[in-house]
């Protein structure tokens, strides 16, 4: 059974720093691609970050340059760095791998950024 758990959410002063990181379970994590979502109150869920199973990285426009996805195969974990944080940033944020067409979601966690 396919598990992610997302943790490292937190409230923080606009321009700080937070890492939030995804565990995985259940998977052969180094063979997929992992994705970081965000979903602000009143707003569909948004694509922040990619990172596929080779490494490569792809950013939405509003956080490249600020935001860094990283993945640990030996810890099942993934990583996302978020640095120049804005008001705008916050919102819940969830981890998804997809195996075999079908989307597993972590239960995600709260990034809370004060102006």
């Known amino acids: 059974q396919v598990q992610l758990v997302e943790s490292g959410g937190g409230l923080v002063q606009a321009g700080g720093s937070l890492r939030l990181s995804c565990a995985a379970s259940?998977?052969?994590?180094?063979?997929?691609?992992l994705d970081w979502y965000r979903q602000a109150p009143g707003k569909q869920r948004e694509l922040v970050a990619t990172i596929t199973s080779g490494g490569f990285t792809n950013y939405a426009d509003s956080v490249k340059g600020r935001f860094t996805i990283s993945r640990d195969n030996a810890k099942s974990t993934v990583y996302l760095q978020m640095n120049s944080l804005k008001p705008e940033d916050t919102a819940v944020y969830y981890c998804?791998?997809?195996?075999?067409?079908?989307?597993?979601w972590g239960q995600g966690t709260q990034v809370t950024v004060s102006s």
């Open positions: 998804r791998v997809t195996q075999f067409g079908y989307n597993y």
């Open positions: 259940g998977i052969i994590f180094s063979a997929y691609n």
